[in-house]
């Protein structure tokens, strides 16, 4: 009898256990879907780009042209044998990734005050998210649906890291804004990820 | 009916002759191949994607090379979204369409050429120069192209806005001696005489054959008569001697001359496995005696001679006879090319029709510079302003470039006259940038005064 109550303790035991590691996966399964979400992926993209960008500028493009001024970087870098700009670096980069075909989201460099006036904010999320960014410095996410398309899109502050960056812009003859400084939020970097199928 | 017609279509379909498939004419440029259905159709269904695959196969290297202004990449980025509704150049066949002869305009463009303005219709608002410009002039007047705007972008308009309609140092650069990349065989490249040529005892008697191949780079270089003439049977592999050795055996040293050849309108057709070109099918005017003349390498530079200064200018006269080619041999540059070929010149200084159809231009090979000839003479054809970096630039001032090449009668006379019309991109240029300056350093000046 004593035996027969532990075998039956036993299974009570495992059913209670099983139920409960079952009714875990179904709370889990409910609570988050699988996978990375949106949010996730695209702050680790910006954190990839942002890092490059960063060490791009910094110790390639700054050390090189404003300190150690051994090379120049140019808009026309072909032409003038020269470094590629920071923000060309990125746009290339970009375009080798929507051009390469494997891959679904974008992501896109854009500002207030655009050297190239393509690169003024568009859509409604653009212009609403680096208003924000440039208020707050901090990233925004939302949705937009464009061509019909769902998008999960993040906007993230893109900032004057090194004198390279501001004093460019700062005398570009097409900037439209001439006062920039070390550590002013110059624009947003935009990342989109297609929602849904 | 319906039986005899399916019969009937589904011989069409199988034979050489499709021509009974060919929904309407084609452009100047695919004309030679609109036989060639499968070239551009590869697919059966697949739209314009499949129809894009056969246009970059062609023309993607070119617009890589040239810088497209308005790549794919542009028009994939979901904030454009609203442009690609208005229109799709995601795809080339969405400006380019063909078999629409009464819709093609200049560069097998079939939309009307005020296009432009479904995206930048407000240009006026940062350019105030181009306020009330038709928008069917951005791209006829001169100034922009869609594709290509090396020399036509602001900055480059800015740096060569002084120079003067001659420029000081006029000259074409030199082809090197040692142009061919790859050696024909491992053999030392030591100079041959005729009496180690290795034909058939017939042919070296033929004295005036010799001669010409002993006065060549191939003789002074060690090309013996076999290394051209010695072809590989493709199904047997078996290596034979072949009296009209084709472009293949060219190619073994010469490659990249060869790939801008079938690139062009000389070969493109080799390159189509269709029989060569011939000028009674071009769309230019050829001479009446050009007739059948089959295109391929010794067409133009001669069986053993290989005179370049032949293929330049006599080899082309042979069968263009429009009003341009009719007129060079009384152009200024004509006369530069007579007086180089006389030696009372400097080299470099002479301008032939390669000079500018088939220019000479540096590349770089395994750190090396390699001067060559560019064989793909569509290259800089359309539009013309492609000309000016390669071409015009080597002795002429930006200016005077731009103008010349918006001058049609000047053109047709080739260049004896000054330019007549002017192009005011380099006027605006230098205005606007004058202004913005200005206007940048006042901003400046009032911030410091608040200060």
Redesign the interface.
């Known amino acids: 009898m004593n035996q027969q109550m532990k075998q039956l303790s036993r299974l009570f035991l495992l059913g209670v256990v099983t139920f409960n590691m079952a009714a875990c996966n179904t709370a889990k399964v409910e609570s988050a879907p699988p996978g990375i979400s949106p949010q996730v992926m695209a702050d680790s993209l910006h954190a990839v780009m942002e890092a490059d960008r960063t060490v791009y500028t910094k110790w390639i493009v700054n050390r090189l042209q404003n300190e150690e001024k051994v090379i120049k970087a140019s808009e026309h870098w072909k032409d003038d044998k020269a470094l590629v700009l920071p923000a060309q670096m990125f746009r290339m980069g970009a375009e080798r990734v929507a051009e390469s075909g494997k891959v679904s989201f974008s992501y896109s460099l854009i500002s207030l005050w655009p050297v190239n006036k393509q690169n003024e904010p568009k859509t409604e999320a653009e212009k609403t998210g680096l208003a924000e960014i440039n208020k707050t410095g901090k990233s925004y996410y939302t949705e937009e649906t464009l061509g019909g398309k769902k998008y999960f899109t993040a906007l993230y502050p893109d900032i004057a890291v090194a004198p390279a960056c501001y004093s460019c812009h700062n005398d570009h003859k097409d900037s439209p804004k001439t006062d920039f400084k070390l550590g002013d939020v110059m624009g947003g970097v935009v990342i989109r990820i297609p929602l849904g199928t | 009916m319906s039986i005899a017609m399916a019969v009937y279509f589904g011989l069409k379909l199988s034979g050489e002759d499709q021509s009974i498939y060919l929904v309407g004419e084609t452009t100047h440029g695919h004309h030679q191949i609109e036989m060639a259905c499968t070239l551009c159709h590869k697919k059966a269904f697949g739209g314009a994607g499949v129809l894009q695959d056969a246009c970059i196969s062609c023309h993607g290297e070119e617009m890589k090379l040239v810088?497209d202004s308005h790549?794919?990449?542009?028009f994939?980025?979901?904030?454009?979204?609203?442009r690609?509704?208005k229109l799709d150049a995601r795809f080339c066949v969405t400006c380019h369409r063909e078999h629409r002869p009464h819709m093609s305009g200049p560069m097998g463009v079939t939309l009307p050429q005020d296009f432009c303005f479904l995206c930048h219709a407000d240009i006026a608002k940062?350019r105030p120069s181009h306020k009330d410009l038709p928008f069917e002039t951005c791209a006829s007047g001169g100034c922009h192209n869609f594709h290509d705007n090396r020399a036509l972008?602001e900055?480059?308009l800015l740096k060569h806005s002084d120079e003067p309609d001659m420029l000081p140092i006029q000259k074409v650069a030199i082809r090197k001696k040692t142009s061919p990349v790859r050696p024909v065989s491992n053999r030392p490249l030591t100079p041959l005489t005729e009496a180690e040529a290795d034909a058939s005892f017939e042919m070296k008697a033929d004295v005036h054959l010799m001669a010409e191949w002993s006065g060549t780079a191939h003789a002074k270089n060690g090309v013996n008569c076999s290394d051209c003439h010695t072809v590989k049977n493709q199904e047997t592999g078996l290596e034979a001697w072949e009296n009209t050795p084709n472009e293949h055996a060219c190619k073994t040293c010469h490659d990249t001359q060869v790939k801008g050849f079938l690139s062009g309108k000389h070969g493109m057709r080799l390159a189509s496995d269709l029989p060569a070109m011939t000028p009674n099918i071009a769309k230019a005017r050829m001479k009446d005696d050009a007739g059948e003349k089959a295109m391929g390498c010794v067409s133009c530079h001669g069986a053993h001679a290989f005179d370049t200064r032949k293929a330049a200018v006599d080899a082309c006269l042979v069968c263009h006879d429009d009003e341009h080619s009719r007129a060079y041999e009384t152009s200024p540059h004509f006369v530069l090319f007579r007086n180089e070929a006389a030696d009372s010149e400097k080299a470099g200084s002479g301008v032939s029709c390669a000079s500018c159809h088939m220019p000479r231009f540096v590349h770089r090979e395994e750190g090396v510079d390699q001067v060559q000839v560019q064989h793909n003479q569509s290259w800089n054809l359309r539009p013309n302003e492609k000309m000016i970096r390669e071409v015009c630039l080597n002795c002429h001032g930006l200016r005077f470039s731009m103008d010349a090449l918006a001058d049609v009668a000047l053109i047709k006379g080739n260049f004896s006259e000054k330019p007549r019309r002017h192009i005011e991109s380099i006027d605006w240029a230098k205005k606007r940038?004058f202004e913005?300056?200005k206007k940048?350093e006042e901003?400046?000046g009032e911030?410091s005064r608040s200060l």
């Open positions: 810088e790549p794919k990449s542009k994939t980025d979901p904030r454009n979204a609203e690609v509704a940062d972008y900055d480059f940038v913005k300056k940048q901003g400046r911030s």
